[in-house]
């Protein structure tokens, strides 16, 4: 049988923002087919606003339309179709690449990188494929990454899902499905920030204090955070941050000069390709600069080739943080609560579902730092 749910949904990219005007998202009524084998029917608990979602809404990373949005969230299963190891009752996590477990890269080690899941993701399919939401005129609306979590109920492939403990609230489990996977695991995996080394994080959302909070636990000695926020690099300090500069052009210099050459470890969160520049001139050398962000498709970036040899540098993508969310949810929750990572921090709005435009245009201006949802 078929669950009634709400769900924004986007219809038209490329409206401009003020979002409260343009309404790209509208919240709308749909009928939700039952999950099928391997699948979970998950009563959404919260949903995290993203960058990601926000790049489908400007029309930044184009996606087959309509599209229920939303990727970051947590819920409790309500269904499953069988063939899962969960139940009913069972609390998850949702992760946006539904790794198959089965393609070379997930064999290997690398489920972010899976290829039945890169597809269906980018077809706007779940990852058994087909779509699994009917709206009122018949027309069936495309998942996003797999998750769709802007709706009160989604069906998803247990291969998204990572079991967590009950007692975690929902407002905060959400956040480990990508800012926390995101940002700490690009601080942990492929940065491999170590004791005393200095890390600059360029870009100071949800993801970029991930990153940070990750960064001082795995015992970086100096600790930059860069945003042109003046309250994001005030948040940094609080949470450990040795130094905060303001972004812009200046702030390649003024992290050389804190790092005497430049930093060992920088970590641009921004998906703006100008910033990514400056955070691969702020890295020393033999140093490491990791980007998670996802810059519009057609920028290219230049930098100067000679130093990649000459200085041994190194310049690499983290996707979903080179994370394996079946270990690292629980482990990344695990230094949550014991003090480790002060994910919390990271909250700084909730929102109704009705609230979802005026909630992007918090994350345009660069207002907020994490807003989530809470049904």
């Not at 079991?163 to 942990?188: H, Q, S, W």
């Not at 959302?205 to 970086?220: D, E, P, S």
């Not at 435009?357 to 918090?362: C, K, W």
Request: proline share 7%.
């Amino acid at each position: 049988m078929s669950t009634a749910t709400r769900a924004a949904v986007l219809v038209e990219s490329g409206r401009p923002a003020p979002y409260a005007s343009s309404r790209p998202l509208e919240v709308m009524s749909l009928r939700l087919d039952p999950p099928g084998p391997g699948e979970l029917l998950v009563r959404v608990g919260a949903a995290g606003l993203c960058h990601s979602d926000l790049s489908v809404i400007d029309g930044s990373r184009p996606r087959p339309l309509p599209m229920a949005l939303g990727h970051e969230a947590a819920g409790e299963v309500v269904a499953t179709g069988g063939g899962t190891e969960f139940a009913p009752g069972d609390h998850v996590v949702l992760a946006f690449v539904p790794a198959c477990g089965h393609c070379p890269h997930c064999a290997g080690g690398r489920p972010a990188l899976c290829e039945p899941g890169a597809e269906a993701n980018g077809n706007g399919t779940l990852l058994g494929g087909g779509l699994r939401l009917t709206g009122a005129d018949g027309g069936r609306p495309r998942h996003h990454l797999g998750v769709s979590a802007f709706s009160e109920h989604i069906v998803v492939s247990a291969r998204s899902a990572v079991r967590v403990d009950p007692r975690l609230p929902f407002e905060i489990a959400a956040l480990f499905g990508c800012a926390v996977l995101t940002g700490a695991g690009a601080a942990f995996h492929s940065a491999r920030v170590a004791p005393g080394d200095s890390v600059a994080v360029f870009g100071l959302g949800g993801v970029g204090l991930a990153a940070l909070i990750a960064a001082k636990a795995a015992g970086a000695a100096t600790l930059i955070a860069v945003d042109v926020v003046g309250s994001k690099r005030a948040l940094a300090r609080e949470l450990g941050a040795t130094h905060a500069v303001a972004g812009g052009p200046d702030a390649v210099e003024a992290v050389r000069e804190i790092t005497r050459g430049g930093a060992e470890k920088v970590i641009d969160t921004t998906g703006v390709v100008a910033v990514l520049r400056q955070a691969y001139l702020a890295t020393g050398r033999g140093g490491t600069t990791v980007t998670v962000g996802l810059p519009d498709p057609s920028r290219e970036l230049a930098l100067p080739a000679l130093s990649l040899v000459a200085e041994e540098r190194t310049l690499k993508g983290s996707y979903l943080g080179s994370c394996v969310p079946r270990r690292d949810v629980p482990r990344f929750v695990s230094m949550y609560r014991s003090g480790i990572l002060p994910v919390d921090a990271l909250l700084s709005h909730r929102l109704s579902l009705e609230e979802v435009n005026e909630g992007f245009d918090r994350l345009h201006t660069g207002e907020a730092v994490r807003q989530v949802i809470v049904f």
